[in-house]
Each structure stands twice: as C-alpha cells, then as structure tokens.
Nanobody
Framework: VQLVESGGDSVRTGGSLRLSCAAS????????MAWSRQAPGKEREGVVVITAEGKTSYADSVEGRFTVSKDNAKNTLYLQMNSLQPEDSGMYYC???????????????????????WGQGTQVTVS
C-alpha cells in the first residue's frame, strides 16, 4: 500500500491543523494504521495507532488534543490537531501494516518500526 500525507503547515501556538493520509488501496478492515512524528535530532515517536476496527490509542503527549479518524470511502486517514504547541513541531508520517501483523495498539505505538508501509511525511511547524 502506498501512502501520501498532506496538510502540514506553519501555525501559531494554540492553532489547529488537519493532516491527511491518502492510501492507494482499500484499508478498512485490512490494515492497522498510525501517525508518527519526528523532530530534528530526535527519534521518531508514535502519536496514535488505529486498529482495523477503529480502536485508537494515543501518546500521552497528544491525548485530548489530537483526534484520528478514517474515511473508508476515500481510503484516507486524518489527524486533527488542536491546541498545537511548539513541541508538536516535526515531520509527521502516516504508516500502515497488514492486519495479520498488527499486535496491540500500545505496543505498536512504542514500536513504529513494526509498520512496513510509510508515507513521505508532511512538515508541521508550530511557533
């Protein structure tokens, strides 16, 4: 599956953005998916994982501010980001893995390397 992210931008502290991740094939019920981010000089960190059934797990740092959703008709994953802070800045990546290889959300949130399919990323800058 090929993934293409969009929606990154530069925003003020407290602002909002919605990121999109368009998948090349139908993912509903077939893949678990995730958003991860990487700031300069830091390791990639999981932001949220969503199962094929739609169950979600968020990193503590974004819980209550970020919301993931899927539009299965459009094969698109979204990340609504509110109350953005400078520490949210970074490259945001969409990832997917086939259902048979998906394990618990919390484990995959901490192990982004378990996802085999990645987009090219979209830059978010908060200042």
């Amino acid at each position: 599956v090929q993934l293409v992210e969009s929606g990154g931008d530069s925003v003020r502290t407290g602002g909002s953005l919605r990121l999109s991740c368009a998948a090349s094939e139908y993912t509903a019920g077939r893949h678990c998916m995730a958003w991860s981010r990487q700031a300069p000089g830091k390791e990639r960190e999981g932001v949220v994982v969503i199962t094929a059934e739609g169950k979600t797990s968020y990193a503590d740092s974004v819980e209550g501010r970020f919301t993931v959703s899927k539009d299965n008709a459009k094969n698109t994953l979204y990340l609504q980001m509110n109350s953005l802070q400078p520490e949210d800045s970074g490259m945001y990546y969409c990832a997917a893995e086939t259902l048979s290889r998906c394990v618990s959300n919390w484990y995959m949130l901490s192990r982004s390397d378990l996802f085999r399919y990645w987009g090219q990323g979209t830059q978010v800058t908060v200042s």
